[in-house]
């Protein structure tokens, strides 16, 4: 699929993990840069076997990767989706489709990619027969992470806290009804 942002959409799998961990460490950078390091901290995701083994997973089931490719073949984003959420988020009593990590390339910052992979996620949902997508992010700071999911078209429901070694991390879950 070809959506109006410029970006090819097309389902990703192991051999992509690699392009999914750049996106993350430019994202992390970027933050970092910006003083913005509650989120992912200022560590790049592929310098830390934790998360680069989190990450794996997403390559196989029940995770399925939906990759946004420029005309150049290259990835400028990444949506992993799965009917599984976290463990940290509250249960709805309804089948769901999960958003479990949205990335984009932070120099393509504003051009409609991550629109393009929600809208796809969106439509996967429908194939699937699902009415409900749901997506949690970090809540802190200026909460502009729940304001960009709210842009693309969630609303938020519930909160929820984190308690990590360094403080708590605040979340949000938001949702789009279908």
Not at 90 to 99: I, S, Y
Not at 103 to 119: E, F, H, P
Request: proline share 5%; with cysteine.
């Amino acid at each position: 699929m070809i959506d109006p942002s410029g970006v090819k959409i097309r389902t990703g799998g192991p051999e992509d993990i690699p392009d999914v961990l750049a996106l993350l460490d430019g994202a992390v950078a970027w933050l970092a840069g910006r003083g913005r390091t509650g989120q992912w901290g200022d560590r790049p995701f592929s310098t830390d076997p934790a998360r680069v083994e989190h990450i794996a997973k997403y390559g196989a089931e029940p995770f399925l990767i939906r990759l946004a490719v420029d005309d150049r073949g290259r990835t400028v984003g990444s949506c992993v989706l799965s009917e599984e959420r976290g463990a940290y988020v509250p249960a709805v009593a309804e089948r769901e489709l999960f958003v479990r990590n949205l990335v984009t390339d932070r120099t393509r910052k504003g051009s409609g990619i991550g629109a393009a992979l929600i809208a796809d996620a969106v439509e996967e949902a429908r194939r699937r027969g699902i009415g409900l997508l749901r997506v949690d992010c970090y809540a802190g700071a200026d909460r502009g992470l729940v304001a960009q999911y709210r842009a693309l078209g969630f609303t938020e429901t519930e909160g929820f806290e984190i308690e990590r070694p360094d403080g708590v991390w605040p979340g949000q879950v938001l949702a789009i009804r279908l």
